[in-house]
C-alpha cells in the first residue's frame, strides 16, 4: 500500500495561478508572490475579486469598503 499523496494540477492548462512548494496556490505580481489558499476553486476567486477591486480603484468608480458577493 503506498502513502505517497498525488500532487496537486492545474485545473485547467490557462488557470492563472501557480502552486507553491507549501500547497498554497500563489501568483507573482509585481515582483512579489501572493498567496490565496490551498483550495483552487476558492484562491481564483479570491484574485478575481481582487483584480476587480484594484479595476474600479483604477476608475475611481470603487467605493472604499465595498463588498463583492460571487
Not at 32 to 58: P, V, Y
Request: hydrophobic share 35%; glycine share 8%.
Amino acid at each position: 500500500m503506498s502513502t505517497a499523496k498525488t500532487p496537486k494540477r492545474k485545473p485547467y492548462a490557462d488557470f492563472p495561478l501557480t502552486l507553491h512548494a507549501t500547497g498554497q496556490w500563489c501568483k507573482k505580481t509585481q515582483g512579489k508572490i501572493d498567496d490565496f489558499g490551498s483550495n483552487a476553486e476558492s484562491a481564483f476567486r479570491s484574485i478575481l475579486q481582487s483584480a476587480m477591486i484594484c479595476k474600479q480603484a483604477e476608475r475611481g468608480k470603487g467605493r472604499a469598503g465595498a463588498v463583492l458577493y460571487w
